[in-house]
């Protein structure tokens, strides 16, 4: 069975950085794209970035472009988020979701929760 889960999640001040990362577990995930989207409170869910399964090629939100760095590790089965320059705006659940034929998603993560306070 396939898992994705992330971790990382936590409360911090603006301004602060934190870094989230989703472990893959039961399929190499080596040629699929990843990425991450994001769940305000009262908002639908939103694409934050993307990596493709070689991480030759990155795509961002424009509202995280510049703070947010997406990386994967394939030996690991590992795919991080390093957000930086948080805002409280960036409050949501964070969800790592796979797919063989991005965008189409086969695999979602159960999420984790970043809460940036002003």
């Known amino acids: 069975q396939v898992h994705l889960v992330e971790s990382g999640g936590g409360s911090v001040q603006a301004g602060d950085s934190l870094r989230l990362s989703c472990a893959a577990s039961g399929r190499p995930f080596s040629r699929s794209a990843m990425g991450w989207f994001r769940q305000a409170p009262g908002k639908d869910r939103e694409f934050v970035a993307t990596i493709t399964w070689n991480s030759r090629s990155t795509t961002y939100a424009d509202s995280v472009k510049g703070r947010f760095t997406i990386s994967r590790d394939n030996a690991k089965n590992t795919m991080d988020l390093q957000m930086n320059g948080l805002k409280p705006d960036d409050t949501a659940v964070y969800y790592c979701?796979?797919?063989?034929?991005?965008?189409?998603?086969?695999?979602w993560g159960k999420g984790t929760l970043v809460t940036v306070s002003s």
């Open positions: 979701a796979a797919g063989r034929t991005w965008p189409d998603i086969d695999y």
